[in-house]
Each structure stands twice: as structure tokens, then as C-alpha cells.
């Protein structure tokens, strides 16, 4: 195949623009935004089962000190009758007086022991509250960060996008100046290669492998005309010729 040397120039301008779409792709893949986003929606899903589980505790713990609350009410209500009963002289049997004051000392006993429960649950209750209020903070922050890194990430994916519309542009216009069988043979050689079709020989190395031609390959390009499409003998990528090729 014969090509220009000015379009063989040209076809390293095209590889270089080519390499900085290639850039721009890996950059928009890997961005740090998305592992961080990553990170904190993990950390978000975590606190925010932790708080459900607190609330739901809080609001058991409300639900059973209510019930501890009713059952003191209840003992509460039976010693004042039982006491008012007393106190109105209706009881007048020794025995009776005396079964009613031993079910005052029960109900004394039962309540003084219930409202220790209200205690231990108002406490339970309470800790609840502050892990609930805690947890809600630490969401309510991460999610600021979520919210914080979205934006840095869409910035960058703006940038990114606007650039690479540039980039696509710029290499269609110079692609269009580019023989169409060089261009064919420049893209298919691109796609088996990682994502370099041609490369520039300099100073006796190719710029696409990095390995140096020996002496019959380096004769074999020199004997080459100026318009022949020459390539590597390592990997076959297509051999730009320039002044600072050391040939």
C-alpha cells in the first residue's frame, strides 16, 4: 500500500486524537467519584438499616412503657379504693381490716416494682431516642456527601463529555483528509492492537511496541519509498517515517 507522507503525518495526528478519546473513556470509567459513591451508598444502606432497627426499637420501647405506665395506673387506682374503703369505717371485721391491709402492702409492693420497670424502659426508651438521633444525623451527613460527590461527578463527566464531543470532531474532519484504504487498514490495525494502529519511528524504535529495529529492518524501511506504507516487523502496526526516525 502507497499513502502520501504528508497523509501518513496525517495518520498520527488521527492516532493521537484517537489515544485521547481512549483517554477520556478510561477517565469517565474511573473516575474516583464513582468508587467513593460506591462507598457511601454502601455506608448509607448501613446506617440507614441501623436507624429503621433503632426506631423500631424506640417505638417499642414507647409502646411498652406505656403498657408498664396503664399496669402502675391500675394498681395505683386499686390501693386508693382499698385505702378509702379503710378510711371510711365500711370494713369492720378484724379479719377483713386485716386481709385488706396485707392486699395494701401488696399492691404497695407491686406497684413500687412496676415503676421500676417504667424506669428501666423510660431508660431503654431513652437511649433509643439518642441512637435514633444519632443514626439520622450520620445519614442526613452522608448523604450530603452523596449528594456533594454526584455533583463533582456530573461536573466531571460534563468536562469529560464536552471535550470528547471536541475530540471526535476534530479527528473526523482530519480523518476525512486520510486515504480511505489507509484509514480501513489504520482501524482495523487499531482494534487488534490495544488501540494503536500506527506509530511513529523514532531514533530506530518503533513508538508503538517500543522495541528497536534491528539493522535488516531498519535497511528494509531506508530502502522503502517515501510513499510506501511500511510496518513494524514486531507488531505489525503501521511505521510513520520522520525526520527524527535516525534513519
Same mark, same amino acid.
Given at each position: 500500500m502507497n499513502a502520501e507522507p504528508a497523509d501518513q503525518i496525517r495518520l498520527l495526528e488521527?492516532?493521537? #486524537?484517537d489515544s485521547r478519546i481512549a483517554? #477520556? *473513556?478510561h477517565k469517565r470509567r474511573n473516575l474516583p467519584e464513582h468508587a467513593e459513591l460506591e462507598r457511601l451508598g454502601a455506608d448509607l444502606a448501613q446506617l440507614r438499616d441501623l436507624l429503621v432497627a433503632a426506631r423500631t426499637e424506640e417505638s417499642d420501647t414507647?409502646?411498652?412503657?406505656?403498657?408498664a405506665e396503664q399496669d402502675v395506673e391500675q394498681v395505683r387506682q386499686r390501693a386508693v379504693r382499698d385505702q378509702q374503703r379503710m378510711d371510711s369505717g365500711a370494713v369492720t371485721s378484724p379479719k377483713d381490716l386485716e386481709n385488706l391491709q396485707?392486699? #395494701?402492702a401488696s399492691l404497695a409492693k407491686r406497684q413500687s416494682d412496676l415503676e421500676d420497670v417504667v424506669l428501666e424502659v423510660m431508660e431503654r426508651r431513652e437511649v433509643a431516642q439518642e441512637r435514633a438521633a444519632e443514626l439520622a444525623e450520620r445519614v442526613e451527613s452522608v448523604?450530603?456527601?452523596v449528594s456533594e460527590a454526584e455533583s463533582r461527578k456530573s461536573a466531571a463527566l460534563e468536562d469529560i463529555d464536552a471535550e470528547g464531543f471536541?475530540?471526535?470532531? *476534530?479527528?473526523?474532519v482530519l480523518a476525512a483528509g486520510v486515504p480511505d484504504d489507509l484509514i480501513k487498514l489504520y482501524d482495523k490495525l487499531r482494534a487488534q492492537?490495544?488501540?494503536?494502529g500506527a506509530a511513529r519511528l523514532y531514533q530506530k524504535r518503533c513508538e508503538g511496541c517500543r522495541l528497536e529495529l534491528n539493522i535488516t529492518e531498519l535497511n528494509e524501511v531506508r530502502a522503502a519509498p517515501a510513499n510506501a506504507v511500511v510496518r513494524c516487523e514486531n507488531c505489525r502496526r503501521i511505521l510513520v517515517r520522520t525526520g527524527a526516525s535516525g534513519l
Open positions: 488521527v492516532q493521537a #486524537l483517554q #477520556l *473513556d414507647a409502646r411498652e412503657q406505656t403498657k396485707r392486699e #395494701l448523604q450530603a456527601k471536541t475530540v471526535a470532531k *476534530d479527528r473526523e492492537q490495544g488501540g494503536i
